[in-house]
């Protein structure tokens, strides 16, 4: 069944501020882990991912943090922007099970211009 | 450079009829998922498939639904007998052999309403 939920359903953000989705996972085996991007009518979009032998992983604009003590993931959006508005999905992938990625419910990020 | 290709993106069925689901994955990808989401939701496990071989089905549902992915041309998600609780956006998903890219990237997914 599914181990990943997620602690905001809803954020709202100012354009510029930056944004912080958070994640909680609850397999203490999973080992990789992927933030999606969905917008409106499309398919998920890869944003970034993080194996659990890190704590952190940069990219453009985004950070992920991974806290393994407590089981926690977040994705840190920096000077958000009007397109960053969409449905954030955390999934994890526990590494004896092949591909198979489980998915939260999401935090949808409303950003105000 | 074509990304996982999907389609119908729209299908309309009413009850009791079959629906069938294409996907293409990247190029040079062998690898094949499907995902089911309803509104408001997480996506979903459905099945994991590689070329002729379908490696795991748990979460697929036992009965109407069914997967392949043939040697030559699209994954295939075939659901019999379409119930109105079948209505979702079903999407299809690839990555490289394991052990090189794991990342899954998504197709745009097809909306399948049952009337």
């Known amino acids: 069944g599914e181990s990943v939920g997620l602690h905001l359903p809803t954020l709202s953000v100012q354009e510029g501020d930056n944004s912080i989705i958070n994640c909680a996972y609850s397999?203490?085996?999973?080992?990789?882990f992927i933030w999606y991007k969905q917008e409106s009518g499309k398919g998920p979009q890869f944003i970034i991912d993080i194996r659990s032998n890190m704590d952190k992983r940069q990219g453009q604009r985004v950070t992920v943090l991974l806290n393994k003590t407590v089981k926690h993931l977040s994705l840190q959006i920096a000077a958000t922007q009007p397109g960053d508005s969409a449905v954030y999905f955390c999934a994890e992938n526990i590494g004896n099970n092949f591909n198979k990625f489980y998915f939260g419910s999401g935090t949808k990020l409303n950003v105000k211009p | 450079n074509a990304g996982v290709m999907q389609n119908p993106r729209h299908l309309v069925r009413r009850r009791g009829q079959e629906a069938r689901l294409r996907c293409s994955p990247m190029?040079?990808?062998?690898?094949v998922y499907w995902y089911r989401q309803l509104p408001e939701e997480g996506l979903k496990f459905m099945v994991y498939?590689?070329?002729?071989?379908?490696?795991?089905e748990s979460g697929m549902p036992k009965e109407r639904f069914s997967a392949e992915f043939p040697k030559e041309g699209p994954s295939i998600l075939r659901i019999q007998q379409v119930v109105r609780g079948d209505s979702a956006a079903y999407f299809c998903?690839?990555?490289?052999?394991?052990?090189?890219?794991?990342?899954?990237?998504f197709g745009s997914g097809t909306q399948l309403s049952v009337l």
């Open positions: 498939l590689q070329k002729e071989n379908i490696i795991d």
């Open positions: 190029k040079g990808h062998s690898h």
């Open positions: 998903a690839s990555s490289r052999p394991q052990g090189g890219d794991e990342k899954l990237f």
């Open positions: 397999n203490s085996a999973s080992d990789y």
